[in-house]
């Protein structure tokens, strides 16, 4: 067919397009509702985009963007470049069409006349569109009358909006929210008119080299605004086509993404605070800087509301690994020693006032002997629940293990959620009072919470639902003791000092804990209406370099609590029925003399030591059957053994037979290889406590 006989044919194809009879134009809204980004989206709680994740690879789409978030500049720029007479005509411009088929008749390459309307109506019916030899007569029909339709039955302004978040601008960018961001790195809000003018460039000749779409743009631009900088413009054109595609900012809450966008489709919605979100991987990533020279690479943070159990940030790395720290297991170290006091205390086996031994202790169990030792490798003598609670003492901690019943607190810890422990009882040991098992930072963030909530246990959650069921796990009693003691600075003093990081400027209880060879450092505590944990390490297992309880992961955590109470500083819970306060008196004076909590019907206003009187002679170390090795490395003359007993007074040490001295000291002995019997023995010779041991 000559090019004389196409341009003829015009009114006769626009005739013929009036009496067809098209598809049902859809309307803006269902348009919207079928619309579906390349990425499935998170949101905050507040309905922010937080994170996405690519589930759709043919080709890029992001959030439908309305035309009130896109920039003026674009939607001058592309009717243009595309559509002058936009405004004017009804979806079809005849003087577009007759002008280009006028054209067409002396020129080698043809010219288009199709509106953005008939574009949209392209993109909105598949049948619509043309194969690798252009549009059909057929379809060319059915387009004109498909516009008309549209022009008619939608505004100028949704025709627009569509077309902008549908059209293809280059390679796998479709719609303005993707080019914009892939090739600007910004929203469509944000575009210039040298941007806007690329972008409408690219709308003919997606695939057309740099220099042509910046001299095209270039023209556009002049058109928009005279004396626009077509070197800039060159500039941009070059390095926004050439550079990597970038269509997100960094990702801030990743692992959580990966757990929640299971397919392309409506945004989901999650309880997280994305403002909180990023303070906390932000103040995470700044710490881990500041511990890189001590061996420190990697941590994670979570932050629960205590009311609801929502999940309000969930930092599972820094960044650059795959690992997610809020769900790895790691040994827990003294953090689990809150829940063995409060046991105790909840039983009538301890009050907070109680005094407990932090002496050498030596427990025999099946796999050996188990010496506990403290975090400074000394030992304080005799100190209060409060005290040992606060400053983390470790001795102590083991003795009221032994008291509480190794099996009673393993049960405890389950029933506190912390699933991880699936071994029986009998496996941790009496290590378990110092955290020698393995918990998640969500479990153990969420144990502190039944504290924080006085005793009442409820799961966690990423997605909004209704209030969780909640179950009685703790005594609130004993938990509010718990609480107040972990809030003491005074009472922490003793290990930490009264100026660390674990101090608030607003009530808050808080404990540290540091597993074995210093591989996991942790800081877990609460407010009234928020938990915080933090974990700081290695993933890969190696130790850190001299970092403690204050200097590792518990300034992450001063740092998010003070971010959530910014606003409001958090409040004491209130006293719940069933205790009092009580002042109180120690004899000697251990501690200084104070206003105690205690469970109603245990309080007491004087705590006196038991007299040597009223405890029975005993041999303290070494412990029965215990197999002492000779260190190599230490010359022989060197090495010593302490030989103690409590309630020696007047009696004596004997080793194998022969006399050693008064037993009411301890009693330093140079080791021998092989056997040994010792004994306590009174002035009448009589054994009063013996034991067996070996020196290899």
Known sequence: MSLRVTAALVPALLALAVGHVGAAVPTPQQVRADYRSSDAELLDRHGEPLQSLRIDLAARRLRWVALADISPALPLAVLQAEDQRFMQ????DLK???QAAWDNLFRSRPRGASTLTMQLAAQLDPALRGGAAGRSWGQKWDQIQAARELDAAWSKAEILEAYLNLVSFRGELQGVGAAARGLFGKAPSGLDVAESAILASLLRAPGAAPKLVAKRACALARELKPGANCGAIENTTVVALSRPLSYTAPPAAQQVARQLLRGAGPATRSTLDGALQRYALDTLRRHLMALRARNVNDGAVVVLDNA??????????????????VLALRQAGSTLKPFLYQLAIERGQLTAASLLDDSALDVSTDGGLYVPQNYDRQFKGYVSVRTSLASSLNVPAVRTLQMAGLDRFHERLRALGLDSLGEPADYYGYSLALG????????LSNAYRTLANGGLWSATGLLPRAAAPRRRVLDVRASFIVGDILSDRAARSLTFGLSNELATGFWSAVKTGTSKDMRDNWCVGYTDRYTVGVWVGNFDGQSMWDVSGVTGAAPVWHDVVDYLHR????????????VLRQALSYRPAFEPARVEW????????????AGQGGRAPRISYPAPASIIAIDPDIPPASQRVLFQAQAAAGLRWRLDGADLGPAGADHAWQPVAGPHQLALVDADQQVVDTMRFEVR
């Open 598 to 609: 205690f469970l109603k019907g245990s309080e007491s206003a004087v705590v006196e030591l």
């Open 436 to 443: 020698s098992a393995e918990v998640s930072l969500l479990e």
């Open 308 to 325: 609801s159990g929502d999940i309000l940030a969930w930092v599972g790395n820094a960044g650059g690994s795959e690992v997610d720290g």
């Open 89 to 92: 005509h009804d979806g079809v």
């Open 567 to 578: 606003q409001r500083p958090g409040k004491a819970p209130p006293a719940p029925p069933g």
């Open 96 to 98: 577009a069409m007759g």
